[in-house]
Each structure stands twice: as C-alpha cells, then as structure tokens.
C-alpha cells in the first residue's frame, strides 16, 4: 500500500523559513519523479516544485529562488526547503509523484505565514 507522508509544516512569520518532509513507500518513491503541491481554500492544487528520480528540478515561478526540492532516495524522502516566505505561500503542502496519481495524495501539511 503507498504511503505518502508530510510533516514540518506550522506558523513563521513573513521573510522566515521551514523544511517540509515527506516519505514515501519504497515502492513508489525511486522510480519516480516526485513534486511538492499546495492548495488554498477554494483553489486548485497546484504543483510548485518537481524533482525527477535522477535529479534536476524545476519550479512555478512564484516559488523560483525561494524554494528548493531535494530527495534522499536511501531514506524514500522528499524535501522542500521554503526560505524567504510570504502571507501568500500559506497553504497545504502535499506530495506526490509527479505527474501525480489521485489515491496517493495524504493528509498534507499546513503552512502559514503571518505576522
């Protein structure tokens, strides 16, 4: 059965950072090229951030500069490091292989950034 699990999201303030994590199951995790998604109420999920299971990455313009995505393919995890953040980077964080497959999506983590 996939597991896909996020953790490290909470409250900073605008300008701070956070180091989100996700593991995988084994099974999907090296294969597969992985992404970072977020959702807002009322808005679609959309992807921010790929990393293809031999490397390289890529990003949505609204994050380029300020977000890195990583994998440690050993440890079947995926990592997306957010510095300089703002009110609008508030969101639930999921992961997911990219493209990705709707019966693998987990419970996300949520991310706020406020004052």
């Known amino acids: 059965q996939v597991q896909l699990v996020e953790s490290g999201g909470g409250l900073v303030q605008p300008g701070g950072s956070l180091r989100l994590s996700c593991a995988a199951s084994?099974?999907?995790?090296?294969?597969?090229?992985m992404g970072w998604y977020r959702q807002t109420p009322g808005k679609q999920r959309v992807v921010v951030a790929v990393?293809?299971?031999?490397?390289?990455?890529r990003y949505a313009d609204s994050v380029k500069g300020r977000f890195t995505i990583s994998r440690d393919n050993a440890k079947n995890t995926v990592y997306l490091q957010m510095n300089s953040l703002k009110p609008e980077d508030t969101a639930v964080y999921y992961c997911n292989t990219y493209p990705a497959i709707t019966t693998y999506w987990g419970q996300g983590t949520q991310v706020t950034v406020s004052s």
């Open positions: 990393i293809p299971s031999g490397g390289g990455t």
């Open positions: 084994g099974s999907i995790f090296s294969r597969n090229a």
